[in-house]
């Protein structure tokens, strides 16, 4: 019996655990640099889908304009 709370807990705490991580996740990309670029390209790219060699290029581009 013991067994079972014992391992029925610990599912408990991977859960919990996996949702604060999930949460910490999503919203650590959402206030990056890269997330915040993401999510202004979306808006102006409704119908073309970015790739992640294409948000880093733009990215560079940018970077580079800026030590001009």
């Known amino acids: 019996m013991e067994g ?3 391992i ?3 599912i408990i705490g991977f859960l919990i655990l996996y949702y ?3 949460a910490a996740v999503t ?3 959402n ?3 890269i997330g ?3 999510e202004k390209e979306q808006g102006e790219r409704i119908k073309e889908r970015l790739t992640v060699e294409d948000v880093l290029e733009s990215y560079k581009r ?3 304009n800026d030590k001009s």
């Open 4 to 6: 079972y709370l014992s």
């Open 8 to 10: 029925g807990f610990m």
């Open 20 to 22: 604060v991580i999930q």
């Open 27 to 29: 919203k650590g990309i």
């Open 31 to 33: 206030n990056s640099a």
């Open 36 to 38: 915040k670029l993401l």
């Open 62 to 64: 940018r970077n580079d």
